[in-house]
């Protein structure tokens, strides 16, 4: 047979192969449908500062994401003076997110750190001035913020876990228990 008549042959078995495979095959499956989320960019950790891989919980009307922690730190600056701790300072790094129909008031003065030893430290007002966060703040429907928990907590406490206060849901005359979140 001649190469061109090959040629010719090759080419017809190729077409026709391509035909019958593409022909009898299921046609491609559709990508699995994913909800629709957002996608946030990625934030540097402050020095010294534990990333923490965040667990969702929900106090009431509130949502929380424990992003981020640190202690053992013996004086801050702000933004115009540096000041020593009574003990040490400690940091949580929260997300907030109201998850109701309704504005909600979040008081970042209910929130605590839990001690190893069951000792509870509530956020100190001076230092939450000092480093320009938020004593608490009105939350409008489904608004998410995030910012830090300052504590000034003794030296010889071991934090293991923050415990986060949300606002009960519309209607709701009973306060909140909290929930805990482990820091390491």
């Known amino acids: 047979m001649p190469w061109f008549a ?11 192969t391509a035909a019958l495979t593409t022909g009898c095959s299921d046609p491609p499956a559709k990508p699995a449908a994913t909800p629709h989320t957002y996608s ?6 402050r020095p010294g500062e534990s990333v923490l891989r965040p667990s969702l919980v929900t106090d ?6 424990l992003i981020g922690f640190q202690d053992g730190m ?8 540096e000041w020593n701790a009574k003990g040490q300072f400690a940091s949580a790094r929260i997300v907030v997110q109201n998850v109701d129909r309704t504005n909600q008031k979040f008081e970042a003065k209910r929130q605590l750190l839990v001690a190893s030893d069951g000792r509870v430290f509530h956020v100190d007002s001076f230092t939450q001035a000092m480093k320009r966060q938020p004593d608490e703040m ?3 429907s489904f608004v998410r913020t995030e ?6 907590v003794p030296k010889d406490a071991r934090i293991t876990k ?8 519309f209607g709701s005359v009973t306060p909140s ?4 979140l482990p820091v390491r």
Do not use: K, Q, Y
């Open 60 to 65: 009431g009307a509130t949502r929380f994401w």
């Open 40 to 45: 946030l960019p990625a934030e540097t950790a």
């Open 74 to 81: 013996s004086s801050l600056i702000g933004s115009h003076a």
């Open 147 to 152: 910012f830090d928990l300052w504590f000034d």
């Open 6 to 16: 090959r040629a010719g042959l090759l080419a017809v078995v190729a077409v026709t």
């Open 177 to 180: 228990e909290g929930v805990e």
């Open 138 to 140: 009105m939350m409008g």
């Open 162 to 169: 923050v415990r986060l206060f949300g606002a009960p849901p």
